[in-house]
């Protein structure tokens, strides 16, 4: 009989998960859910130039590797538009995702209802948020736990990168709703470098609006070279 060494296991799991990886183009909302609802671990999502809307959350659930994150990002360097007609756009909730050069933009009449472009949950370590745009949102990008663990513990995204990004909103945000384009609750090692943080602003409730923060017991997270 011949047995595999632990190595050369690993060096076939790593070969076997790039041989499955493909090159997606997608071009309308539908062919865009059916790539991240199909994702396998290495594969690139191109978005193609052009307006994609969302009327309902999407959800990236399927869970990407190390060495093989999913990635979904412009196929040019016109960024798609993602346009967000819900509470919230992209739901994260498996690790090792890249989204790059994506433009999101709330599309909801009533402010309140567009809260996330992107909600970073549970099992969500390692995502990556490069190069994108976030318009019109009440917190563009969300951080927090969800109960998941033994006995109902919340489990915590961690080792989260969002960096060379722009939030910004076009008017006041009429909500009473928190005003915070980065909001991060929990979470372990956060990285938030060389964003542009500008035109955030609450109207109603207490008028209070962060451009960004860690809190909820976040640990060992890095602000950096942000312009606020």
Request: overall charge negative; glycine content about 8%.
């Amino acid at each position: 009989k011949y047995h595999l060494t632990p190595l050369f296991t690993a060096l076939c799991l790593c070969v076997s998960a790039t041989a499955m990886a493909e090159e997606i183009s997608v071009s309308t909302t539908e062919e865009f859910r059916a790539a991240v609802g199909g994702a396998n671990p290495g594969d690139v999502i191109l978005m193609q130039a052009g307006t994609y809307r969302l009327d309902a959350k999407l959800n990236l659930n399927r869970a990407g590797e190390s060495n093989a994150p999913i990635t979904i990002r412009a196929a040019s360097d016109q960024a798609p538009l993602i346009e967000s007609n819900t509470v919230e756009a992209l739901n994260i909730s498996a690790p090792h995702w890249t989204l790059e050069n994506l433009h999101f933009v709330g599309v909801c009449q009533n402010h309140s209802s567009c809260e996330h472009a992107l909600h970073i949950v549970r099992a969500a370590d390692h995502t990556t948020v490069r190069g994108c745009t976030f318009q019109n949102f009440n917190a563009q990008i969300k951080g927090n736990g969800e109960p998941g663990g033994e006995n109902g513990a919340y489990i915590y995204p961690d080792d989260v990168l969002i960096e060379g990004s722009e939030f910004f909103n076009d008017t006041v945000r009429e909500t009473s709703n928190p005003v915070t384009p980065i909001d991060i609750v929990g979470g372990r090692r956060w990285v938030v470098r060389a964003n542009f943080i500008h035109d955030h602003a609450k109207g109603q409730g207490n008028n209070i609006s962060y451009a960004a923060f860690f809190k909820g017991n976040s640990r060992d997270g890095i602000f950096e070279r942000n312009l606020i």
